[in-house]
C-alpha cells in the first residue's frame, strides 16, 4: 500500500511497457512503503539525474544503500512509470560520495548530515575500512567521544551482518519478518544452526514448525536418516498428538506415526526416544510418552488436588438448619443426591458435581453460594469461557469470570495449541486470596487451565468443580473432568434425577435418552424436539434455510441471528464451510449498499454474523449511549463470542463488530483471522454455550465424529427448541455410536499415584 492507502501490487503494475532488460542504479533515497512479512518494497532511487520509482521484494533495505538492480519498466494505473526489480545486489559504498550518503541518510543512530560530512572529510574512501577495523580512530574527530566510536563501529557492523544474515535466510524461503525473529535469537550463530541443525529453529522460535525446519533442512542438503531430525520429528508428532487432545502417546503410536512422517526406514526409533528422555524433552512412563511439560502438568495437577482434597469439620446439625433455612427461603426441597452434593461442597477441600441438563446443577451451585454467603466467606465463580461465565452470571445472580481473567491473564492471546499458554499474575507466588472457588462447565477445562488455576489456589480455599463429565471432552489436551472422577480419589456426587418435567420438555428426557444410548422415538406433535425428513444434503440446505429464517424465530420468539445452525464437521457437505456459505448468501445477500471484505476465502460483509476464534484479552471494546457517545470501555473478547458486522471502514481498514451487550469492537484488517462467519458453528465451538433454538443437520460423516457424546452436546445447548433436519438413520446410528474419540491422558493414574493408592 502506498502512503495514500492505494494497494499496489504486481498485478496492478503488470503492463509492460516493453520486455527490454534495463540496469540501473543509485542509492535508495526515499522508501515509500515496505510490507515486512513479505519484503515488498516501493522507494525512490535518482537515475542519471532523473528520480525512478522501484519496486520489488527485498530480503533487507535501508535508505541510504546503494543499489544495482535488473528490471523492467511497468506502468502503473496511478503512478504512471515504475522500474520493476528483478534481480539486484546491494554494493558497500565505495567512493566518498556513497559513504556520505550511507552515513548520512540517518540509518546510523547518532550520525546526523554533519557529523557524517565530518568523517568522510577526514578518512576519505577509507572511511568504511576504518570504522570496521580500527573504530577507535573515529576519536579522532572533533565531536566523537570513544564511546561513540564504538557505537557507530556496532552498528555498521551490526547491520552489514544482518543484511548479509537476511540475504542468507531468504536463499531458504523464510520470510522476512521471521528471518529478523531467528536473528535475533541466534546472531552471527545463525550459519552454523542452520547447516548443521536447523530443526533448532523449530525448538526455539514460535512459527516455526517442523515441516518448515524440514524444508530448510532439504534446501541445506541434511540427511534424511540424519539424528537430529528423527528427534525432532519425534516431538512433532508429540505436539500434534497435544493439539488432538492427548497429553501423551503410547510408544507403538509415536513410532508409527514418526515413521510416517519421517519416511526413513530405521528399525529403532524408541532408542531416539531414550535420548530425549535423557536430554529431558520427553518422559517415559509405563512406555507411554508425553512431551516433558504435559507428564509434569498432570503431576503437578494431581499432587495439587490430592492436596486440597481434606476434611474440614463441620457441625453436622448447624449445617442441616443453615440449608433448611435456605431451602425455605428459595422455595426448594433439595433431594438426597443433591443434599449431599451441597454438604459434601461444605464439608471437603474438593468437591465435585457432575449431572446433565435439568438435573440441578445450577440450584446446587445457588445453594452452596447461599451457605457459605451466609457464613461470610468470599467467593468466586468462573467458568471456562465468556459465554458460559456469562450465563453462570445470569442463573446465580453472583458475578462470574472466566477462569482466565479469575488467573488476572496477563497477554494478549491465547495460544490453544502451543501448551505455553497465556501468563498468569495469579499463581504460585501470587494465590488467589478466597475462601470457595466454584468453576462450572468444567467439561470444557483442558490441563493447561488446570493447571494453571491450581498453581493459584492455596491450601484451606474450597474448590468445587462442576460440569457434565458426558459432555464433548475439552478442545485442548487432556481429559480433566473425567480423569478426577475415574480416579475414584475423590468426592463426587453424579446427579441422574431430572426435575425439568418431562412434558414440559422432551429435549430434556430425549437429551438423557441419547445420553444412555436408548433409542428416542420421534414424536410428530413434539413441541420442542422436531424432526424434519430429509434424504441429500441439498434437500437438507433447502429446509435448513426456511426454518433457521422463516420458522424458528416466531416460533421461539427470537431474532434469526439467535437460531443458532451447528453441525459435527468443518468440512464436507453440510459442514460449516458449506453451510456458512449457502446461509450467508440467504440470510445476508450482497447489496450494493453493504460493504464487504475479502479475507482469505472469507467475504465479510455488513450485516453478517460472525464469531470471535480465540481469547483476546486486549483487545478494545466500548458501549454507546443511544446517541453514539461512548460511555463505557473494556477490555477482551472470547472465544465463542458471537456478534454483527456493523460497519466495513476502507479507509482506516477496519471492520466493526457488535457483540453480545452492545459492546462494539474495531478489528483492523490484519485481525480478521481472529474472526469467522457463524450462521453455522460445529458443535465442538458451542460448549458452553445456550441458545433458543439449534439446528443440526442429520447426515452422515466420518464416524469417529458422528458420536452420541457430539449428538448429546449439540442437543443440550437449546433452551426451547431442538430441530434435527436430514436423516433418521444418521440420528440412531449417531446415539448407537457411543465410541468416543480415544484420548490419551493419565491424571486419573498420577493422582492414584500421588494418594499412593
Ligand atoms: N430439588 C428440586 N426440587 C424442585 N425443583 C428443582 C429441584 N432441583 C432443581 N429443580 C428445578 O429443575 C430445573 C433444572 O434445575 P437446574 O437449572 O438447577 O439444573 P441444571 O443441572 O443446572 O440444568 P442445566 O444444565 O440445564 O442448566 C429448574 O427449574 C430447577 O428449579
Known amino acids: 500500500m502506498d502512503e495514500y492507502g492505494n494497494i499496489i501490487d504486481d498485478s496492478q503494475a503488470s503492463e509492460v511497457f516493453g520486455d527490454s532488460v534495463h540496469e540501473i ?5 526515499h ?6 512479512d513479505n519484503g515488498y518494497t516501493v522507494f525512490n532511487t535518482m537515475f542519471k539525474d532523473r528520480e525512478v520509482t522501484c519496486i520489488g521484494t527485498f530480503s533487507y533495505l535501508n535508505e541510504g544503500e546503494y543499489i544495482v538492480a535488473q528490471g523492467s519498466y511497468v506502468k502503473h494505473p496511478v503512478y504512471w512509470k515504475q522500474f520493476k526489480i528483478t534481480s539486484y545486489a546491494l554494493k558497500t559504498p565505495e567512493d566518498e560520495k556513497a559513504v556520505l550518503k550511507y552515513l548520512g541518510s540517518g540509518a546510523i543512530r547518532g550520525i546526523g548530515e554533519k557529523t557524517a560530512q565530518n568523517i568522510v572529510n577526514y578518512f576519505g574512501a577509507d572511511t568504511f575500512r576504518i570504522i570496521e577495523e580500527e573504530p577507535e580512530r573515529l576519536a579522532e574527530i572533533k565531536g566523537i567521544s570513544m564511546k561513540k566510536a564504538m557505537d557507530i563501529a556496532d552498528q555498521l557492523i551490526g547491520r552489514k551482518d544482518m543484511r548479509n544474515a537476511m540475504m542468507f535466510l531468504q536463499k531458504y524461503g523464510i520470510s522476512m519478518n521471521m528471518s529478523s525473529k531467528i536473528y535475533e535469537k541466534y546472531g552471527e550463530g545463525i550459519y552454523a544452526i542452520i547447516q548443521e541443525n536447523p530443526y533448532r529453529l523449530a525448538d526455539d522460535i514460535g512459527g516455526i514448525g517442523f515441516k518448515m ?3 530448510i533442512a532439504q534446501r541445506v542438503g541434511i540427511r534424511s536418516d540424519s539424528d537430529y531430525r528423527i528427534r525432532s520429528g519425534i516431538l512433532y508428532v508429540l505436539l500434534n498428538a497435544t493439539a488432538a487432545g492427548h497429553t501423551f502417546l503410547p510408544m507403538e503410536d509415536l513410532v508409527e506415526a514418526a515413521k510416517a512422517l519421517l519416511l526413513v526406514d530405521i528399525d529403532d526409533i524408541s532408542h531416539y526416544v531414550t535420548d530425549l528422555a535423557l536430554e529431558k524433552k520427553v518422559v517415559i512412563k509405563n512406555n507411554n510418552i508425553y512431551a516433558s511439560s504435559y507428564y509434569y502438568m498432570e503431576l503437578k495437577a494431581a499432587a495439587k488436588l490430592v492436596q486440597l482434597d481434606i476434611e474440614y469439620g463441620i457441625d453436622d446439625a448447624a449445617v442441616k438448619q443453615a440449608l433448611e ?4 427461603s428459595e422455595g426448594i426441597t433439595l433431594d438426597d443426591m443433591q443434599r449431599e452434593a451441597v454438604i459434601g461442597a461444605i464439608r471437603n477441600g474438593l468437591m465435585i458435581i457432575t449431572g446433565g441438563p435439568g438435573t440441578g446443577k445450577t440450584t446446587i451451585i445457588n445453594t452452596i453460594i447461599r451457605y457459605f454467603e451466609m457464613e461470610g466467606m468470599d467467593i468466586r465463580l468462573a467458568a471456562p469461557t465468556g459465554r458460559a461465565a456469562k450465563r453462570m452470571s445470569e442463573t446465580t445472580g453472583y458475578e462470574a469470570q472466566t477462569v482466565h481473567r479469575l488467573l488476572e491473564v496477563n497477554g494478549g492471546m491465547d495460544d490453544e495449541h502451543s501448551g505455553a499458554g497465556s501468563h498468569f499474575e495469579r499463581n504460585e507466588m501470587n494465590p488467589l486470596e478466597t475462601d470457595v472457588i466454584i468453576v462450572d462447565e468444567m467439561s470444557m477445562v483442558d490441563i493447561n487451565l488446570i493447571n494453571a488455576l491450581l498453581a493459584a489456589v492455596v491450601d484451606g480455599t474450597r474448590l468445587i468443580l462442576v460440569g457434565d463429565v458426558d459432555q464433548l471432552p475439552s478442545v485442548g489436551p487432556g481429559n480433566v473432568l473425567r480423569d478426577m472422577i475415574n480416579s475414584e480419589c475423590f468426592n ?11 412434558d414440559e420438555s422432551e429435549i430434556i428426557t430425549n437429551a438423557h435418552a441419547i445420553n444412555r444410548g436408548e433409542d428416542v422415538a420421534l414424536n410428530k406433535y413434539s413441541r420442542d424436539f422436531l424432526f424434519i425428513h430429509r434424504d441429500t444434503p441439498e434437500a437438507i440446505i433447502a429446509a435448513l434455510c426456511t426454518v433457521v429464517r422463516d420458522k424458528l424465530p416466531r416460533y421461539v420468539d427470537a431474532d434469526v441471528s439467535e437460531i443458532q445452525v451447528m453441525t459435527p ?3 464436507g457437505v453440510v459442514g460449516v464451510e458449506k453451510l456458512n456459505q449457502t446461509l450467508q448468501t440467504y440470510l445476508n445477500p450482497p447489496e450494493a449498499s453493504k460493504l464487504e471484505k475479502e479475507f482469505g476465502q472469507v467475504t465479510f460483509r455488513v450485516g ?5 476464534i480465540r481469547n483476546n484479552y486486549q483487545i478494545e471494546w466500548e458501549r454507546r449511549s443511544r446517541y453514539g457517545i461512548v460511555n463505557e470501555t473494556g477490555m477482551g473478547v472470547f472465544n465463542g463470542d458471537t456478534g454483527i458486522i456493523e460497519e466495513i471502514r476502507p479507509y482506516t481498514e477496519e471492520v466493526v463488530v457488535r457483540f453480545d451487550d452492545d459492546r462494539y469492537v474495531k478489528y483492523g484488517y490484519k485481525q480478521l483471522e481472529e474472526l469467522e462467519l457463524a450462521y453455522a458453528i460445529t458443535v465442538h465451538k458451542s460448549q458452553g454455550s445456550e441458545y433458543p433454538a439449534v439446528i443440526i443437520p442429520m447426515f452422515p460423516g466420518p464416524r469417529m465424529l458422528m458420536t ?3 449428538l448429546y452436546t449439540a442437543v443440550t445447548r437449546a433452551r426451547k427448541c431442538v430441530c434435527l433436519i436430514g436423516r433418521e438413520d444418521c440420528f440412531r446410528e449417531m446415539i448407537a455410536n457411543g465410541n468416543e474419540q480415544k484420548r490419551y491422558s493419565s491424571l486419573d493414574v498420577r493422582i492414584k499415584e500421588v494418594r499412593g493408592d
Not at 463426587?492 to 418431562?502: A, D, E, P, Y
Open 25 to 29: 542504479e543509485g542509492f535508495v533515497e
Open 31 to 36: 522508501i515509500i512503503y515496505r510490507n515486512e
Open 213 to 215: 525446519a524440514d524444508d
Open 325 to 328: 433455612s435456605i431451602e425455605k
Open 492 to 502: 463426587v456426587v453424579k446427579l441422574t434425577r431430572i426435575f425439568r418435567q418431562s
Open 569 to 571: 464437521m468443518r468440512k
Open 608 to 612: 453478517d454474523k460472525v464469531m470471535q
Open 708 to 710: 452420541r457424546n457430539l
